[in-house]
């Protein structure tokens, strides 16, 4: 009998001191498998399982999260990311035109969650349809600071879902400008230095200015013809949604353009700690 409670004793003092990073943190998610065509992905798959289905991704990003983003954007119809830490998957985001899951699907009308680890992204201005999903095994960690490499991959995100966006209205996919990226960068940067959220900075330039100053000894791109911003919102994806929820910004997104740039910025001494400009040619 003793020995038995001996035993007992040692079970439950392994279990107590089991690491909780080897588990998942959140057990709510942990069955979550979203389906892209035929394609189906899971919290907990492998890397080399998501490398079966989906191929080597194009790049990899840091993220807020207890994970690196997989990011797969080569083909705008079937845009996912897939975050993976330690050889599993841990996390989800996708905007893909047809996708469906357990917990919401695209085009699902009114669905909501109140899971902190789960965010339905839905479109006030196409009758409250879902468009996007994230979902994580995490939280997001606030830092004191974010790598360049982290705001480049912001900057980066947020260019993959507006494509996204595109394709999924049948609009020709933007190239990437250097020089947009530049001005825009530029104006976030001097949003959250100077601690204004506005297109026009306190000095009086415009989006055109900004432009055209960058762009004075080149015609590669073309002319300005937009500008979104965006502040307080640490991830670029969240920044997206914000932009297809506003008509004018969401206009700007599917409008008549060639090539697009983003500008992301964290300041933590500013009022709203996050800046990002997306800027427009044509």
Same mark, same amino acid.
């Given at each position: 009998?003793?020995?038995?409670?001996?035993?007992?004793?040692?079970?439950?003092?392994?279990?107590? #001191?089991?690491?909780?990073?080897?588990?998942?943190?959140?057990?709510?998610?942990?069955?979550?498998?979203?389906?892209?065509?035929?394609?189906?992905?899971?919290?907990?798959?492998?890397?080399?399982?998501?490398?079966? =289905?989906?191929?080597?991704?194009?790049?990899?990003?840091?993220?807020?999260?207890?994970?690196?983003?997989?990011? @797969?954007?080569?083909?705008?119809?079937?845009?996912?990311?897939? !975050?993976?830490?330690? /050889?599993?998957?841990?996390?989800?985001?996708?905007?893909?035109?047809?996708?469906?899951?357990?917990?919401?699907?695209?085009?699902?009308? /009114?669905?909501?969650?109140?899971?902190?680890?789960?965010?339905?992204? $839905?479109?006030?201005?196409? !009758?409250?349809?879902?468009? +996007?999903?994230?979902?994580?095994?995490?939280?997001?960690?606030?830092? *004191?600071?974010?790598?360049?490499?982290?705001? =480049?991959?912001?900057?980066?995100?947020?260019?993959?879902?507006?494509?996204?966006?595109? %394709?999924?209205? /049948?609009?020709?996919? #933007?190239?990437?400008?250097? #020089?947009?990226?530049?001005?825009?960068?530029?104006? *976030? $940067?001097?949003? +959250?230095?100077?601690?204004?959220?506005?297109?026009?900075?306190? =000095?009086?330039?415009?989006?055109?200015?900004?432009?055209?100053?960058? %762009? $004075?000894?080149?015609?590669? @791109?073309?002319?300005?013809?937009?500008?979104? #911003?965006?502040?307080?919102?640490?991830?670029?994806?969240? +920044?997206?949604?914000?932009?297809?929820?506003?008509?004018?910004?969401?206009?700007?997104?599917?409008?008549?353009?060639?090539?697009?740039?983003? /500008?992301?910025?964290?300041?933590?001494? $500013?009022?709203?700690?996050?800046?990002?400009?997306?800027?427009?040619?044509?």
């Amino acid at each position: 009998m003793k020995l038995k409670s001996l035993i007992i004793t040692q079970i439950i003092m392994a279990l107590l #001191l089991f690491p909780l990073n080897t588990a998942f943190a959140d057990d709510s998610v942990k069955d979550f498998t979203l389906s892209i065509g035929e394609t189906n992905i899971s919290i907990g798959d492998s890397t080399q399982q998501v490398i079966a =289905k989906l191929g080597n991704p194009k790049r990899i990003d840091p993220s807020p999260f207890d994970f690196d983003w997989h990011v @797969y954007s080569s083909n705008y119809n079937r845009f996912v990311m897939v !975050g993976i830490s330690n /050889g599993v998957v841990k996390g989800i985001y996708t905007s893909a035109k047809g996708f469906k899951s357990d917990i919401a699907s695209y085009g699902d009308i /009114g669905k909501k969650s109140s899971n902190p680890n789960v965010r339905i992204y $839905s479109d006030s201005n196409n !009758g409250n349809k879902v468009h +996007a999903i994230l979902v994580t095994t995490s939280k997001e960690k606030n830092m *004191s600071s974010y790598s360049p490499a982290f705001c =480049k991959a912001q900057e980066l995100e947020a260019f993959d879902a507006t494509n996204a966006f595109r %394709a999924n209205s /049948g609009l020709n996919i #933007l190239k990437y400008n250097y #020089l947009t990226s530049i001005a825009a960068k530029k104006h *976030s $940067s001097d949003m +959250a230095n100077n601690n204004y959220f506005s297109h026009i900075s306190p =000095k009086g330039s415009s989006p055109v200015d900004r432009y055209r100053k960058v %762009a $004075s000894k080149t015609n590669t @791109y073309g002319s300005f013809s937009g500008e979104n #911003l965006s502040a307080g919102r640490m991830i670029g994806v969240e +920044a997206f949604n914000d932009w297809v929820n506003s008509k004018p910004h969401r206009d700007n997104m599917l409008g008549k353009h060639g090539t697009m740039g983003n /500008g992301y910025v964290n300041n933590s001494s $500013s009022q709203y700690k996050f800046y990002i400009t997306q800027m427009f040619t044509k």
